[in-house]
């Protein structure tokens, strides 16, 4: 369910910008050569993205603290290096709550913004919703200048500070990296007992899907006013999930080194007691050394065989990323689903 303050986002973004287009008949008609509802890309933007945004913070917010105490519950940070992955979570607290860092990327979505609108609209030489040229250049409409000063300011605030976060995670998992993990390489989830890490990806989905508004906006606005098709945008379709693949998963690959050590490690401990355990086995129920009498069915030999082959099985198959193919689907296709409207004839 969509929080009241999501709406809010997009009803004072978006819904004021209709008023004021209406207000000065700028929003449908052939009064401007780019009308106000024939502007998908900015509609995706306020009325899809914003509000996803929105949403995929919340549930940031709900489920990025979870796995924190399972660093050391399950006992992956070594007792002596306790102190250093507090230091790395409160930097990554104190950080996230810095002031400072907030008004600079008001001066950064204002300077950015102002850009954006002079580069799409103002430099035009065709009346938009946006702006009107004259002889001096050019003029922003009421409409124009709400959107460069209230409007866009809100959205890439908010899409700046989503980037800021995943700095501030991707700066808090290298650090942790840093640290000499306990890494178990017969735990069954075949990473040592750390895909809890790349869990935390499933509160991404709402990003990537607000990623692919507003690739979806940018197409729709330009096959329906510039007689393009869906496929004419491969290399940008491609390049957006790229991009999406790259913030929310590139930082785990900052434990791919201790994962490979870890993988090379076991398979040589593991290595040496199968060998072991075998060399023992062999003779016993193979070559006939049995004690007089043992049973052969139901002996605790033969399932201890049984599961040391399973617990080698995993070490054997030990996987040295985060990344499944699982977290990538998800991802990429949480990205491309807005693209769907676009699809249509």
């Given at each position: 369910?969509?929080?009241?303050?999501?709406?809010?986002?997009?009803?004072?973004?978006?819904?004021?910008?209709?008023?004021?287009?209406?207000?000065?008949?700028?929003?449908?008609?052939?009064?401007?050569?780019?009308?106000?509802?024939?502007?998908?890309?900015?509609?995706?933007?306020?009325?899809?993205?914003?509000?996803?945004?929105?949403?995929?913070?919340?549930?940031?917010?709900?489920?990025?603290?979870?796995?924190?105490?399972?660093?050391?519950?399950?006992?992956?940070?070594?007792?002596d290096t306790r102190s250093t992955f507090e230091k790395a979570l409160c930097a990554a607290s104190k950080l996230s709550e810095f002031v400072i860092a907030?008004?600079?990327l008001v001066a950064f979505v204002y300077g950015l913004g102002i850009l954006v609108v002079w580069w799409r609209f103002v430099a035009l030489d065709n009346?938009?919703?946006?702006?009107?040229?004259?002889?001096?250049?050019?003029?922003?409409?009421?409409?124009?200048?709400?959107?460069?000063?209230?409007?866009?300011?809100?959205?890439?605030?908010?899409?700046?500070?989503?980037?800021?976060?995943?700095?501030?995670?991707?700066?808090?998992?290298?650090?942790?990296?840093?640290?000499?993990?306990?890494?178990?390489?017969?735990?069954?989830?075949?990473?040592?007992?750390?895909?809890?890490?790349?869990?935390?990806?499933?509160?991404?989905?709402?990003?990537?899907?607000?990623?692919?508004?507003?690739?979806?906006?940018?197409?729709?606005?330009?096959?329906?006013?510039?007689?393009?098709?869906?496929?004419?945008?491969?290399?940008?379709?491609?390049?957006?999930?790229?991009?999406?693949?790259?913030?929310?998963?590139?930082?785990?690959?900052?434990?791919?080194?201790?994962?490979?050590?870890?993988?090379?490690?076991?398979?040589?401990?593991?290595?040496?007691?199968?060998?072991?355990?075998?060399?023992?086995?062999?003779?016993?129920?193979?070559?006939?050394?049995?004690?007089?009498?043992?049973?052969?069915?139901?002996?605790?030999?033969?399932?201890?065989?049984?599961?040391?082959?399973?617990?080698?099985?995993?070490?054997?198959?030990?996987?040295?990323?985060?990344?499944?193919?699982?977290?990538?689907?998800?991802?990429?296709?949480?990205?491309?689903?807005?693209?769907?409207?676009?699809?249509?004839?």
């Amino acid at each position: 369910m969509i929080d009241p303050d999501f709406s809010a986002h997009s009803l004072f973004a978006g819904g004021s910008l209709l008023l004021l287009s209406l207000l000065k008949r700028q929003a449908f008609g052939s009064v401007t050569a780019l009308p106000f509802l024939m502007d998908f890309e900015t509609h995706a933007r306020l009325l899809l993205a914003l509000p996803l945004l929105a949403a995929a913070e919340m549930m940031a917010e709900r489920r990025f603290g979870q796995p924190l105490p399972e660093f050391l519950e399950r006992n992956i940070i070594p007792g002596d290096t306790r102190s250093t992955f507090e230091k790395a979570l409160c930097a990554a607290s104190k950080l996230s709550e810095f002031v400072i860092a907030e008004f600079m990327l008001v001066a950064f979505v204002y300077g950015l913004g102002i850009l954006v609108v002079w580069w799409r609209f103002v430099a035009l030489d065709n009346t938009t919703w946006c702006a009107t040229p004259n002889a001096d250049g050019s003029q922003l409409s009421l409409a124009g200048i709400y959107y460069t000063f209230v409007s866009l300011p809100i959205f890439q605030f908010i899409l700046c500070g989503w980037y800021f976060r995943l700095f501030i995670g991707a700066r808090f998992l290298w650090q942790v990296s840093r640290i000499h993990l306990s890494l178990t390489p017969t735990h069954p989830d075949r990473t040592g007992g750390f895909s809890f890490v790349s869990e935390t990806t499933r509160a991404l989905t709402v990003f990537a899907a607000a990623h692919g508004a507003l690739l979806s906006g940018y197409i729709a606005t330009r096959i329906f006013s510039g007689g393009k098709v869906l496929t004419d945008f491969t290399l940008e379709t491609a390049v957006m999930i790229a991009l999406v693949l790259t913030v929310t998963l590139l930082p785990t690959l900052a434990f791919t080194p201790q994962l490979v050590r870890a993988r090379q490690e076991g398979r040589r401990e593991y290595g040496i007691f199968v060998a072991r355990y075998v060399r023992e086995f062999d003779p016993k129920w193979v070559r006939g050394a049995a004690p007089t009498g043992e049973p052969l069915i139901g002996s605790p030999d033969i399932q201890s065989l049984a599961g040391m082959a399973n617990s080698y099985e995993v070490v054997r198959t030990f996987r040295v990323t985060l990344i499944t193919r699982e977290v990538v689907l998800r991802l990429a296709v949480a990205t491309l689903i807005p693209l769907a409207p676009c699809c249509s004839p």
